[in-house]
């Protein structure tokens, strides 16, 4: 072999081991330093109130009914119910509105927030559903009527109900211990036309009588007050509203014209049976017309239907 190869050979075979050299120092040395990772944004959220279900129209609020859920805060409305913890900002007037187009604004923005705003679950619990809510929707004030609101007697009555007021006083709602919501019987008593029996001195007095004439019906309301205080104990007032059927309302009216009515306390143990009328309302008599007509000189009064 010619003494130049050989010289290629050797410089070659060197330079290999002098790389391989430098590829293992720079695998022996310190690691770069990664790169710092970069700041995720995140969106500031605030509670607000949601249906835990889908609510119908005429259905009581109830615990289970409503939920807190995380809403993005920029797209909060102000008319959704949030529980305070987290400000909401205002949101500014559109670009190139005049003063009174951002004043109009801001007072409806003010109005909503009043409607709704922050607040406790427990303010809601009661309400009545007035348009339905699917599941996850954020409640919002139209959709429900508070205990209070103008409305709320219709909504909460039953389909098919009606509700009638009668007047009470003390002695005849039991003590005031009567509130809304509680069950109870109506005690109609009558002066028996006629009726006497003697007392001393020969004067006489009149005989009563008393019968039920609704059973097991639900107080709606005393006077304007639809639901008792957390510590009320009794309820004073000169009306109770009633929750009855429509036959039972004429019967309640009849009644009410007979005589005096009172209502007798039901216990809770003791609601759940037959509710209603105890008997048949009377035929209202329909109006008649007599006539006078004259046979041979003698008037005979005949009556037309």
């Not at 290629?8 to 391989?20: H, R, W």
């Not at 900002?89 to 709704?116: F, I, N, S, T, Y």
């Not at 098919?160 to 509130?179: D, K, N, P, Q, Y």
Request: charged share 20%; proline share 7%.
């Amino acid at each position: 072999m010619k003494p130049a190869r050989i010289a290629v050979i050797c410089i070659a075979a060197v330079s290999a081991l002098g790389l391989a050299l430098v590829v293992r120092a720079m695998g022996n040395g310190e690691p770069a330093a990664p790169a710092a990772a970069a700041p995720v944004e995140t969106r500031p959220m605030a509670k607000i109130l949601v249906a835990a279900k889908n609510l119908e129209p005429g259905k009581r609020l109830a615990e289970a009914d409503l939920a807190w859920k995380d809403w993005p805060v920029d797209e909060v409305n102000p008319a959704f119910i949030t529980d305070g913890s987290t400000p909401i900002p205002a949101k500014p007037a559109p670009e190139g509105a005049g003063e009174k187009a951002g004043a109009a604004v801001e007072r409806v923005a003010e109005a909503a927030g009043q409607m709704a705003g922050p607040g406790a679950k427990s303010d809601y619990i009661g309400s009545v559903v007035r348009e339905p809510i699917l599941a996850g929707e954020p409640i919002v004030g139209r959709k429900i009527v508070r205990a209070g609101d103008s409305g709320y007697l219709a909504a909460y009555l039953e389909p098919g109900m009606r509700a009638m007021a009668i007047a009470v006083t003390v002695e005849s709602a039991a003590g005031g211990f009567i509130l809304p919501g509680d069950r109870v019987d109506v005690v109609l008593t009558v002066q028996n036309e006629g009726g006497s029996s003697a007392v001393e001195g020969g004067a006489t007095t009149a005989k009563y009588s008393s019968a039920t004439v609704m059973q097991n019906v639900k107080v709606l309301a005393i006077d304007q007050s639809t639901r008792a205080g957390d510590d009320a104990q009794a309820v004073v007032g000169a009306t109770a509203t009633l929750e009855v059927r429509p036959q039972d309302a004429v019967l309640l009216a009849q009644a009410k014209s007979e005589g005096e009515l009172s209502l007798s306390l039901r216990s809770y143990a003791d609601t759940a049976g037959p509710s209603g009328a105890t008997r048949a309302p009377r035929a209202v008599a329909s109006a008649s017309r007599s006539v006078r007509v004259y046979r041979g000189g003698e008037p005979e009064v005949v009556t037309t239907p």
